[in-house]
């Protein structure tokens, strides 16, 4: 028979997701003419993704299926031959290895659920009030993760009598290792920081007993984007894709502005609020976030592998990791597929790191070229090159039928630091590129630049951007530092900063260089700077420009930036001036 939807696998246990296997590939090769036609046979009768293979275990997609779990567990009994690219429909995603080897004791498989163990000295008190039961009464189970259940459950007393709210309950049994307990705590602390936004889950309170934590929120009763995405035999429209990912794209902004970066973006992650088509979309499950300072990289791999970043595998990442989640959800929206696949963990892993997401097979050749644009800028594997958040939202996709308003952009403070660092000839460099931008990339920056709310003069000066930046401060800011980082603007105290010349300080060189027209760019940019800026320099004096140190063979290194003919700055030496060169990179380069 081979249909593998006509029997259910078994059940997999939730609460264990440490045995995570790879996946074997199939023993026993079938017959390829009896493969193709089943593939067909299934592709007719299946009521699911009519546009691909059907999925070799639909049924794991009811959210009514007591089996809705993880590939993992049915993929054994899935023979290879179901799939067939374009790759299958996605399904709940399983967090990588990594992220359950340091947080599960290699024994928690079997203590049962409920059951305290040992504590190992672990600290499990979290501080949090103690009196949940006598507040609330706590309903029906809505949903469940690895790391807790939620239920419905109502206020007893007070104004709120008989409101509904969200209760996620995380077993203080489940908590055997520190980084486990950490998590928590962490979970708690970002939600209670991160307030006042319309497409992030409302928390209201935290509470613990001797059993279990009690994260208190607003209910959302749309369901899992996922099941969404399910529901519509996986594709969405361009217009529905961008509803959503309008919305995705701002709490995504908001939450980096604030240094908080999620690490476990994914459909199962954002619930709509109720069944209205247009009912909006929250994020949820901060569980693996970690605040992040503007400057600082980190380097614990989490996350669900299907919607992990590539910088991530290589353990220095930032808010940067989020955006690529993001390009994944996109990409799944507007084809029905996941962009990265593979039947196992390193499978998947390697496709993230080495393969390119297919934009050839349909129905990719019926979407506009800005969809695709979009896409693909969101899934550079290089974190420099690709957009922002806030960027994603001034994408000519997004803006296009939509009156976006585009949020503040903590890169723009980056690069303000980077530019105020910089050497003059440098400075004279950007300023010729920045003449170079389109209307579309100049569309971002006139954004961000208004909102750092300009004097009537039209300049900024550090108090502009303090001011901004506590206009949308919340309390994760302090946490993440973003204030200390604007000691590192100071020389903007004492002078002020026309448009022109935040633009040349606030354009990105790596995110020009991925783009096709950058030749174009930088060859039009090369020619203004040599009528304005260029001058005839010594090797010397370049590498003290560029601030390089003595152990720099200058000689060698610098010997093509500079023109034999006049001595001047050749095109090669312009380009790498535009990058900033620091004498670690040039010592790499050796
Ligand atoms: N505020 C809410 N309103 C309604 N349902 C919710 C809410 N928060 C969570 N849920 C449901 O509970 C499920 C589990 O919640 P959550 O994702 O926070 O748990 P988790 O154990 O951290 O999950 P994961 O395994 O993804 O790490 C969600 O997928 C969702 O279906
Ligand atoms: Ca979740
Ligand atoms: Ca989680």
């Known amino acids: 028979m081979g249909i593998c939807v006509s029997k259910p696998p078994p059940e997999p246990n939730l609460?264990?997701?440490i045995e995570i296997q790879e996946n074997p590939e199939p023993k026993n090769p079938e017959n390829p003419a009896k493969k193709s036609r089943e593939d067909g046979e299934l592709a007719k009768k299946s009521p699911f993704f009519p546009f691909y293979s059907p999925s070799p275990a639909h049924f794991l997609f009811s959210k009514k299926s007591p089996a809705r779990s993880p590939l993992n567990s049915s993929s054994n009994s899935t023979p290879k031959r179901f799939f067939k690219r374009p790759?299958?429909?996605?399904?709940?995603?399983?967090?990588?290895?990594?992220?359950?080897?340091?947080?599960?004791?290699?024994?928690?498989?079997?203590?049962?659920?409920?059951?305290?163990?040992?504590?190992?000295?672990?600290?499990?008190?979290?501080?949090?009030?103690?009196?949940?039961?006598?507040?609330?009464?706590?309903?029906?189970?809505?949903?469940?993760?690895?790391?807790?259940?939620?239920?419905?459950?109502?206020?007893?007393?007070g104004d709120s009598k008989g409101k509904d709210v969200a209760v996620k309950v995380i077993p203080k049994a489940k908590m055997t290792t520190a980084i486990a307990i950490e998590d928590v705590r962490r979970e708690v602390k970002i939600l209670r920081a991160l307030t006042g936004h319309s497409n992030l889950v409302q928390f209201y309170d935290a509470y613990e007993d001797h059993e279990n934590v009690y994260v208190v929120m607003e209910l959302c009763e749309g369901g899992e984007l996922l099941d969404k995405i399910l529901a519509r035999g996986g594709k969405y429209t361009e217009d529905d894709a961008k509803a959503v990912m309008i919305q995705i794209l701002n709490v995504v902004a908001f939450c980096h502005l604030q240094g908080v970066v999620h690490r476990d973006?994914?459909?199962?992650?954002?619930?709509?609020?109720?069944?209205?088509?247009?009912?909006?979309?929250?994020?949820?499950?901060?569980?693996?976030?970690?605040?992040?300072?503007?400057?600082?990289?980190?380097?614990?791999?989490?996350?669900?592998?299907?919607?992990?970043?590539?910088?991530?595998?290589?353990?220095?990442?930032?808010?940067?990791?989020?955006?690529?989640?993001?390009?994944?959800?996109?990409?799944?929206?507007?084809?029905?597929?996941?962009?990265?696949?593979?039947r196992t963990e390193s499978g998947i892993f390697r496709a993230v790191l080495k393969a390119d997401p297919i934009f050839e097979e349909p129905p990719w050749p019926s979407l506009s070229a800005e969809a695709k644009d979009f896409v693909k800028r969101l899934l550079n594997k290089d974190p420099r090159k690709r957009m922002t958040a806030a960027q994603a939202l001034s994408h000519p996709w997004i803006r296009s039928n939509n009156d976006i308003k585009v949020p503040l952009d903590i890169l723009i403070f980056k690069l303000l630091k980077a530019y105020m660092r910089s050497s003059p000839l440098r400075k004279a460099a950007l300023r010729a590129l920045s003449k170079t931008l389109t209307v579309d990339e100049l569309f971002y920056l006139k954004e961000q630049f208004?909102?750092?709310?300009?004097?009537?003069?039209?300049?900024?000066?550090?108090?502009?951007?303090?001011?901004?930046?506590?206009?949308?401060?919340?309390?994760?800011?302090?946490?993440?530092?973003?204030?200390?980082?604007l000691a590192s603007l100071n020389a903007l105290q004492y002078r002020r900063m026309d448009f022109e010349e935040f633009c040349a300080a606030a354009t990105s060189v790596h995110q020009l260089e991925a783009l096709d027209r950058w030749e174009q760019h930088a060859r039009c940019a090369y020619e203004l700077f040599e009528k304005d800026g260029n001058r005839a320099i010594m090797i010397e004096e370049l590498a003290s420009e560029l601030g390089l140190s003595p152990s720099v063979p200058v000689h060698a290194v610098l010997h093509d930036w500079i023109r034999h003919t006049d001595g001047k700055l050749s095109f090669l030496g312009f380009v790498k001036l535009l990058h900033g060169v620091s004498s670690r990179s040039l010592a790499k380069a050796q």
């Not at 992040?292 to 990442?317: F, M, Q």
């Not at 208004?450 to 004097?455: F, G, I, V």
């Not at 003069?457 to 946490?479: F, P």
């Open 87 to 157: 790759f299958p429909p996605p399904s709940p995603a399983k967090h990588i290895k990594a992220v359950w080897a340091r947080r599960v004791k290699p024994n928690e498989a079997a203590i049962p659920e409920g059951e305290e163990v040992e504590g190992g000295g672990l600290d499990k008190s979290f501080g949090f009030s103690k009196n949940f039961a006598s507040k609330y009464e706590v309903g029906e189970e809505v949903g469940r993760g690895h790391f807790g259940y939620t239920c419905k459950a109502k206020f007893k007393k």
């Open 15 to 17: 609460s264990n997701h």
């Open 450 to 485: 208004a909102l750092l709310e300009p004097n009537k003069n039209g300049s900024i000066c550090l108090d502009n951007i303090k001011q901004a930046l506590m206009k949308n401060a919340t309390e994760a800011m302090k946490e993440s530092r973003v204030h200390d980082f």
């Open 265 to 342: 973006l994914k459909p199962e992650n954002f619930l709509f609020m109720s069944k209205d088509e247009d009912s909006p979309l929250k994020a949820i499950d901060f569980g693996l976030s970690d605040f992040v300072k503007p400057d600082e990289r980190l380097n614990d791999i989490v996350g669900s592998a299907y919607y992990v970043a590539p910088e991530v595998l290589h353990r220095s990442y930032s808010t940067e990791a989020d955006v690529w989640s993001i390009g994944v959800i996109s990409y799944i929206l507007l084809c029905g597929s996941r962009p990265f696949w593979a």
